[in-house]
């Protein structure tokens, strides 16, 4: 273990130091991917040996930083998953980096900064899966907030960028700020060291425990994403580069997971039932919610972020179930409802950071989010349309890719939930499954209009015209990534009869969830115990296999003698064919705008130009309909105008005379004198 | 005998040193500054003497002979030399007159001795007397830094205020070692050079060494 930890430092310092060293060029690109990818590589072997092996790795130095226990590091096996999460998540990410980074623009982006930052990011963010004691873990963690922030911000010249950047500091500083206070409680003036809280935590009293969890929820789900905090995804991801993006997304956020299970289920133990519920309804509402504003985005990377609060609100619908089951002496459901969880976690890294690396190819062709502007595509970019629907079926819960196969495992773990003696309880869970059926479905529109859109039908603009110069093929670094990730997801869809006993080790220390690894028969199949389903995704991909063998076979055979015709599509008579008569984003989701216009609020402006001779001649006609987001109006501008308000106060202060400054100086010096001398005689 | 002359030789030289500070409150030209800073500066290496023989600590002399040199000729020179090049500016109206600014003093002296009363109580050093009027000088010091509207009658203002915690130093500890001593010089110096070339360029911008103009360049 110690050599392969030892690696994964030396890497990502590697990879930092040559970006620092060599900056722009196109070796500065290569070695500091490559460093970045050796790290992620090395986490992913390190955190599947500490999960396979059950010995869980320690190194610490307590010499490093001295106050507050020093710096101490240890991985166990649910630091193990996420650590191997990261590294699935960084090692395709890397690859793509290196051709992604070429592209920019002279001068547009510090690639020595994004290359310095991206490895320092993943270095950070793969040692708070390490961290053992408090310090440490609000350490790496400040680390990994900072370091990404420098990275949402590498374009700067972007319209709306430091903006993001802004949105994004202050809500995971405000994160931050909750999480300090989580743990000060926890910790209650005793040893910061985990091993020593998991003991001390049990003296806490119930209602201290209950705002300690609330405060850790809050802190984390800040950095997860979940409604209502989710406001700087929709802003970040795009602003950031598309592998960055990737790593935030598929990454990052599964962090607030991580922190949320090593607080809430580790060292706190678990707790009553109203904690797993409110995570259920949260998690359940962000699932919801976040599919819902993405099925309204034409920005191809916005839509992407709101899918991944969706996903992260699948996450959450998991593990509140787990807690609640927990609470609920049901431990066989609530490890299912958490294997789940993770499962969905590391699926979502898959297929999350293959669509956002498919959307920066696009971006890199075309030069535009805007779907509107795109579609097509699949004629310059085949290649980079096959990931793109690898990844849109995975997401969608298409069978036989994973992402229905943990979706599927959340629905089975949820069903013994419905029957709980607590009516409350029991409706919220039947109440979640329903949102959670009606998420997927949801998520399979949104996911035929961000491919349909975008690849499909004729180009809507010059940039997305096969003609010009720009709109091409991705270059052989990125398709490398891509294509690792669309191996990943075939991957973890194939062999979820070795995964799953895999996450049951993971999740063996947790509180409630008891030993879950009797209760699967494991074989080709994946049988879950009486009252459960079986599912063999292995058996299903190869009957589609079959099937899908079969059908050109059976087509090929009714063609026979028959000439191929290659021709337009019908077009209701008309001669020729606009791209103006295609579908536009827009309205591909107008029917679910009308279903929801509730939820949406959508502002129509009708604006229509007579002939100044007759109404019945209309020269042009203008519609104007935007989605306000009046969710984050009624929750965010509160806030902000308070602050602002504040600080004009705070602002006196800064009196600009040179004088005031010092006199302040002066003035606590004496003020200072003179309470002692009050105080003590 | 000894002692009696000892505590009596360092509560005149602190007093003589608390003056020159004060002195400053109620002058107006810069040239009267400097030499009211060079007197004081010449007073404190005189106590350095009687303080090195006296206590008999011979590095003191060396610290007094350094002292001398650097703020007894030195600094005041290239003050001299600057209020030359700077054209006569006077400080013509502080931010608390004359009459306010020596109450005020007065008022500080005293809080100097409130504040070091327990200390003196307990100690039982020679120099004891003269602790309060050192911290007394230091608040002095930073009194003229904050209502005098000239950059150089800032400095003038810094300098006193470090004169008065070279004064704390050496009587409260009887020369501290060579080398922070050394150290401590060396740092004024910097200081001084890096205020100097500021004022400079203040007055290269402003047309005036006022330190009331810098608020315009608050954002």
Same mark, same amino acid.
């Given at each position: 273990?110690?050599?392969?930890?030892?690696?994964?430092?030396?890497?990502?310092?590697?990879?930092?130091?040559?970006?620092?060293?060599?900056?722009?060029?196109?070796?500065?690109?290569?070695?500091?991917?490559?460093?970045?990818?050796?790290?992620?590589?090395?986490?992913?072997?390190?955190?599947?040996?500490?999960?396979?092996?059950?010995?869980?790795?320690?190194?610490?130095?307590?010499?490093?930083?001295?106050?507050?226990?020093?710096?101490?590091?240890?991985?166990?096996?649910?630091?193990?998953?996420?650590?191997?999460?990261?590294?699935?998540?960084?090692?395709?990410?890397?690859?793509?980096?290196?051709?992604? #980074?070429?592209?920019?623009?002279?001068?547009?982006? #510090?690639?020595?900064?994004?290359?310095?930052?991206?490895?320092?990011?993943?270095?950070?963010?793969?040692?708070?899966?390490?961290?053992?004691?408090?310090?440490?873990?609000?350490?790496?963690?400040?680390?990994?907030?900072?370091?990404?922030?420098?990275?949402?911000?590498?374009?700067?010249?972007?319209?709306?960028?430091?903006?993001?950047?802004?949105?994004?500091?202050?809500?995971?500083?405000?994160?931050?700020?909750?999480?300090?206070?989580?743990?000060?409680?926890?910790?209650?003036?005793?040893?910061?060291?985990?091993?020593?809280?998991?003991?001390?935590?049990?003296?806490?009293?119930?209602?201290?425990?209950?705002?300690?969890?609330?405060?850790?929820?809050?802190?984390?789900?800040?950095?997860?994403?979940?409604?209502?905090?989710?406001?700087?995804?929709?802003?970040?991801?795009?602003?950031?580069?598309?592998?960055?993006?990737?790593?935030?997304?598929?990454?990052?956020?599964?962090?607030?997971?991580?922190?949320?299970?090593?607080?809430?289920?580790?060292?706190?133990?678990?707790?009553?039932?109203?904690?797993?519920?409110?995570?259920?309804?949260?998690?359940?509402? #962000?699932?919801?919610?976040?599919?819902?504003?993405?099925?309204?985005?034409?920005?191809?990377?916005?839509?992407?972020?709101?899918?991944?609060?969706?996903?992260?609100?699948?996450?959450?619908?998991?593990?509140?179930?787990?807690?609640?089951?927990?609470?609920?002496?049901?431990?066989?459901?609530?490890?299912?409802?958490?294997?789940?969880?993770?499962?969905?976690?590391?699926?979502?890294?898959?297929?999350?950071?293959?669509?956002?690396?498919?959307?920066?190819?696009?971006? /890199?062709?075309?030069?535009?989010?805007?779907?509107?502007?795109?579609?097509?595509?699949?004629?310059?970019?085949?290649?980079?349309?096959?990931?793109?629907?690898?990844?849109?079926?995975? *997401?969608?819960?298409?069978?036989?890719?994973?992402?229905?196969?943990?979706?599927? =495992?959340?629905?089975?773990?949820?069903?013994?939930?419905?029957?709980?003696?607590?009516?409350?309880?029991?409706?919220?869970?039947?109440?979640?499954?329903?949102?959670?059926?009606?998420?997927?479905?949801?998520?399979?529109?949104?996911?035929?209009?961000?491919?349909?859109? !975008?690849?499909?039908?004729?180009?809507?603009?010059?940039?997305?015209?096969?003609?010009?110069?720009?709109?091409?093929?991705?270059?052989?670094?990125?398709?490398?990534?891509?294509?690792?990730?669309?191996?990943?997801?075939?991957?973890?869809?194939?062999?979820?009869?070795?995964?799953?006993?895999?996450?049951?080790?993971?999740?063996?220390?947790?509180?409630?969830?008891?030993?879950?690894?009797?209760?699967?028969?494991?074989?080709?199949? =994946?049988?879950?115990?009486?009252?459960?389903?079986?599912?063999?995704? =292995?058996?299903?991909?190869?009957?589609?296999?079959?099937?899908?063998?079969?059908?050109?076979?059976?087509?090929?055979?009714?063609?026979?003698?028959?000439?191929?015709?290659? #021709?337009?599509?019908?077009?209701?008579?008309?001669?020729?064919?606009?791209?103006?008569?295609?579908?536009?984003?827009?309205?591909?989701?107008?029917?679910?705008?009308?279903?929801?216009?509730?939820?949406?609020?959508?502002?129509?402006?009708?604006?229509?130009?007579? /002939?100044?001779?007759?109404?019945?001649?209309?020269?042009?006609?203008?519609?104007?309909?935007?989605?306000?987001?009046?969710?984050?109006?009624?929750?965010?501008?509160?806030?902000?105008?308070?602050?602002?308000?504040?600080?004009?106060?705070?602002?006196?202060?800064?009196?600009?005379?040179?004088?005031?400054?010092?006199?302040?100086?002066?003035?606590?010096?004496?003020?200072?004198?003179?309470?002692?001398?009050?105080?003590?005689? | 005998?000894?002692?009696?002359?000892?505590?009596?030789?360092?509560?005149?030289?602190?007093?003589?040193?608390?003056?020159?500070?004060?002195?400053?409150?109620?002058?107006?030209?810069?040239?009267?500054?400097?030499?009211?800073?060079?007197?004081?500066?010449?007073?404190?290496?005189?106590?350095?003497?009687?303080?090195?023989?006296?206590?008999?600590?011979?590095? =003191?002399?060396?610290?007094?002979?350094?002292?001398?040199?650097?703020?007894?000729?030195?600094?005041?020179?290239?003050?001299?030399?600057?209020?030359?090049?700077?054209?006569?500016?006077?400080?013509?109206?502080?931010?608390?007159?004359?009459?306010?600014?020596?109450?005020?003093?007065?008022?500080?002296?005293?809080?100097?001795?409130?504040?070091?009363?327990?200390?003196? *109580?307990?100690? !039982?050093?020679?120099?004891?007397?003269?602790?309060?009027?050192?911290?007394?000088?230091?608040?002095?010091?930073?009194?003229?830094?904050?209502?005098?509207?000239?950059?150089?009658?800032?400095?003038?203002?810094?300098?006193?205020?470090?004169?008065?915690?070279?004064?704390?130093?050496?009587?409260?500890?009887?020369?501290?070692?060579?080398?922070?001593?050394?150290?401590?010089?060396?740092?004024?110096?910097?200081?001084?050079?890096?205020?100097?070339?500021?004022?400079? /360029?203040?007055?290269?911008?402003?047309?005036?060494?006022?330190?009331?103009?810098?608020?315009?360049?608050?954002?």
């Amino acid at each position: 273990m110690q050599p392969i930890f030892l690696l994964l430092i030396f890497s990502y310092c590697f990879g930092a130091l040559m970006a620092l060293l060599f900056g722009a060029s196109a070796l500065g690109r290569v070695l500091a991917g490559t460093g970045a990818a050796v790290g992620a590589g090395a986490g992913i072997l390190l955190g599947a040996g500490v999960i396979v092996s059950g010995a869980p790795f320690q190194w610490s130095a307590p010499g490093l930083l001295p106050t507050a226990g020093g710096l101490a590091l240890g991985l166990d096996a649910l630091g193990g998953f996420f650590l191997a999460l990261i590294g699935v998540g960084a090692l395709p990410a890397a690859i793509y980096g290196v051709g992604y #980074s070429a592209a920019y623009a002279p001068g547009s982006v #510090s690639l020595r900064q994004l290359g310095v930052m991206f490895n320092l990011f993943l270095l950070t963010m793969s040692l708070v899966t390490f961290a053992d004691n408090v310090l440490t873990f609000l350490l790496m963690w400040e680390g990994m907030s900072l370091t990404s922030y420098f990275l949402v911000v590498s374009e700067p010249g972007q319209p709306g960028t430091v903006r993001a950047g802004v949105w994004y500091a202050a809500m995971t500083h405000a994160g931050l700020a909750l999480l300090l206070a989580a743990f000060v409680l926890l910790i209650n003036g005793g040893s910061s060291a985990f091993a020593d809280l998991r003991v001390t935590a049990g003296e806490i009293t119930p209602g201290l425990r209950g705002a300690i969890f609330l405060l850790a929820f809050f802190g984390f789900g800040s950095k997860a994403g979940l409604i209502p905090l989710h406001v700087w995804l929709p802003r970040a991801h795009p602003a950031a580069p598309s592998h960055v993006s990737a790593l935030m997304s598929g990454v990052m956020i599964k962090m607030g997971v991580y922190g949320l299970l090593r607080v809430g289920l580790d060292l706190l133990g678990g707790g009553p039932t109203w904690w797993g519920a409110l995570v259920l309804a949260v998690g359940a509402a #962000s699932a919801l919610l976040g599919i819902l504003f993405a099925l309204m985005e034409n920005d191809l990377k916005r839509l992407l972020a709101y899918s991944s609060v969706e996903n992260i609100g699948i996450v959450f619908i998991g593990v509140g179930a787990a807690m609640l089951f927990g609470a609920k002496g049901l431990p066989a459901a609530a490890g299912l409802a958490l294997i789940a969880a993770l499962y969905h976690a590391l699926n979502h890294t898959a297929f999350k950071g293959l669509l956002f690396l498919g959307a920066g190819a696009v971006l /890199h062709a075309t030069h535009t989010r805007d779907m509107n502007r795109m579609g097509g595509l699949i004629r310059t970019m085949p290649r980079t349309a096959f990931f793109f629907l690898i990844g849109s079926l995975a *997401i969608a819960g298409i069978p036989p890719l994973n992402g229905f196969v943990s979706e599927w =495992l959340l629905f089975q773990s949820l069903l013994p939930g419905v029957g709980l003696a607590q009516p409350i309880v029991a409706a919220l869970v039947t109440l979640a499954i329903g949102m959670l059926a009606l998420t997927s479905g949801l998520a399979a529109a949104g996911f035929v209009k961000a491919f349909g859109i !975008t690849f499909l039908a004729i180009p809507r603009s010059p940039e997305a015209a096969p003609t010009r110069q720009s709109s091409h093929e991705a270059a052989p670094s990125m398709q490398w990534g891509m294509g690792l990730l669309v191996a990943s997801c075939l991957l973890l869809a194939l062999t979820p009869t070795w995964i799953v006993p895999g996450l049951a080790r993971v999740i063996a220390g947790l509180a409630g969830v008891g030993d879950a690894l009797p209760s699967f028969t494991l074989g080709l199949s =994946l049988h879950l115990g009486d009252g459960f389903a079986d599912v063999s995704p =292995l058996l299903a991909a190869l009957g589609l296999l079959v099937v899908l063998g079969l059908a050109p076979g059976a087509m090929a055979l009714a063609r026979v003698n028959r000439s191929l015709r290659v #021709s337009d599509s019908w077009g209701c008579g008309r001669v020729d064919q606009t791209p103006r008569m295609e579908y536009t984003a827009t309205s591909f989701a107008e029917p679910l705008r009308r279903v929801f216009a509730e939820l949406y609020r959508p502002t129509k402006e009708l604006t229509i130009d007579f /002939h100044p001779e007759s109404r019945y001649f209309v020269q042009s006609i203008e519609y104007r309909s935007e989605i306000r987001g009046w969710f984050e109006e009624i929750l965010y501008l509160p806030v902000i105008s308070a602050i602002q308000w504040l600080s004009r106060y705070v602002r006196l202060l800064q009196s600009g005379s040179l004088h005031g400054y010092v006199s302040y100086l002066f003035v606590v010096l004496i003020l200072l004198l003179a309470t002692i001398l009050w105080s003590g005689g | 005998m000894n002692d009696a002359l000892f505590a009596q030789l360092s509560t005149l030289g602190s007093s003589l040193a608390l003056l020159f500070g004060i002195t400053l409150l109620w002058r107006r030209s810069l040239s009267a500054y400097i030499s009211a800073f060079r007197w004081q500066s010449a007073a404190l290496s005189a106590l350095l003497v009687a303080i090195g023989y006296l206590g008999d600590d011979p590095e =003191l002399y060396f610290v007094a002979i350094f002292f001398a040199a650097l703020k007894v000729i030195a600094l005041p020179y290239y003050l001299t030399r600057m209020e030359k090049q700077l054209g006569g500016e006077r400080e013509s109206q502080p931010y608390v007159n004359v009459a306010t600014s020596l109450i005020l003093s007065g008022l500080l002296v005293l809080l100097a001795y409130a504040v070091t009363r327990p200390l003196v *109580i307990v100690s !039982t050093l020679p120099t004891r007397g003269g602790l309060p009027l050192a911290v007394g000088l230091i608040f002095v010091g930073l009194f003229v830094v904050v209502t005098r509207k000239k950059a150089l009658t800032q400095i003038v203002g810094f300098l006193v205020l470090e004169n008065g915690i070279a004064l704390l130093a050496a009587l409260a500890t009887f020369g501290i070692p060579l080398i922070v001593e050394l150290g401590v010089f060396l740092d004024v110096l910097m200081g001084f050079l890096v205020m100097q070339v500021f004022v400079y /360029h203040i007055h290269g911008t402003f047309e005036s060494i006022d330190v009331d103009q810098l608020s315009e360049l608050r954002y």
